[in-house]
């Protein structure tokens, strides 16, 4: 069953380090997202991509994160600099239509990437 | 207010027993979803539904959009069913992401 990768599965870094977090969506699907997870916390809308460009993005989602399908098959998150409160499950999604499409729109997730900034 | 109220929050359960998890939401959607994460971390989609009923094995999953509700049954439950399960709305007009519930962890005891 075709399935999304995420790497790494868990990242430290240092405060103010740049982090990038990949991800490989299913390679039919045409809608890619970013989610988070703090520890205890719900899931937290990050961002959308679809069509090369961002669709949709969260508040959460400052100058400080960027997105990109560099090569057609890998989608990036990156965090530029990172801080204390950037530690969260990060999670890689992917949709072959908008997630309210009836038979198209369910959402595949990633395993997560774990991010720990100290 | 969260926007995706669960409950119970935490839910024990003996093998065997009939479980269900309530889902009610206050804004209009144009579709719901239900989530299973495991112990590990990942999540999987379980069902994604605008209307009506769907089933997939043990699993039921019902919506009432006028009432804003939502069910998640587990019928004959066992103990590998023991994950938190979330659900997730897609608010109706042009966006497309997904507000979550805050989940339910669900244990079943053999």
């Known amino acids: 069953e075709p399935e999304v990768t995420q790497t790494p599965s868990h990242q430290v870094t240092q405060m103010g380090q740049e982090v990038i977090l990949r991800c490989v969506p299913i390679?039919?699907?045409?809608?890619f997202y970013w989610y988070r997870q703090i520890l205890g916390q719900k899931v937290e809308f990050l961002v959308s991509?679809?069509?090369?460009?961002?669709?949709?993005k969260s508040e959460i989602f400052d100058d400080q994160f960027s997105v990109e399908r560099p090569d057609g098959s890998n989608f990036t998150l990156k965090i530029r600099s990172t801080k204390l409160e950037d530690s969260a499950m990060y999670f890689c999604?992917?949709?072959?239509?908008?997630?309210?499409?009836?038979?198209?729109?369910?959402?595949?997730f990633g395993e997560g990437s774990r991010l720990t900034v100290l | 207010k969260n926007e995706v109220e669960q409950s119970p929050q935490n839910l024990t359960a003996q093998e065997g027993e009939f479980i269900t998890i309530n889902c009610s939401y206050s804004?209009?959607?144009?579709?719901l979803h239900w989530l299973q994460q495991h112990p590990g971390g990942g999540i999987v989609s379980l069902f994604m539904?605008?209307?009506g009923k769907k089933k997939h094995g043990r699993l039921i999953a019902t919506i009432n959009i006028q009432e804003k509700h939502s069910s998640l049954h587990i019928t004959a439950s066992h103990p590998r069913d023991s994950a938190v399960y979330i659900c997730?709305?897609?608010?109706?007009?042009?966006?497309?992401?997904?507000?979550f519930g805050t989940g339910t962890l669900l244990a079943v005891q053999p």
């Open positions: 991509f679809y069509n090369n460009e961002i669709s949709e």
């Open positions: 804004v209009g959607i144009s579709a």
């Open positions: 539904l605008s209307s």
């Open positions: 390679s039919n699907h045409l809608y």
């Open positions: 997730a709305v897609r608010a109706g007009g042009a966006t497309n992401k997904l507000i």
């Open positions: 999604a992917s949709s072959r239509s908008y997630t309210g499409a009836a038979n198209t729109g369910e959402l595949f």
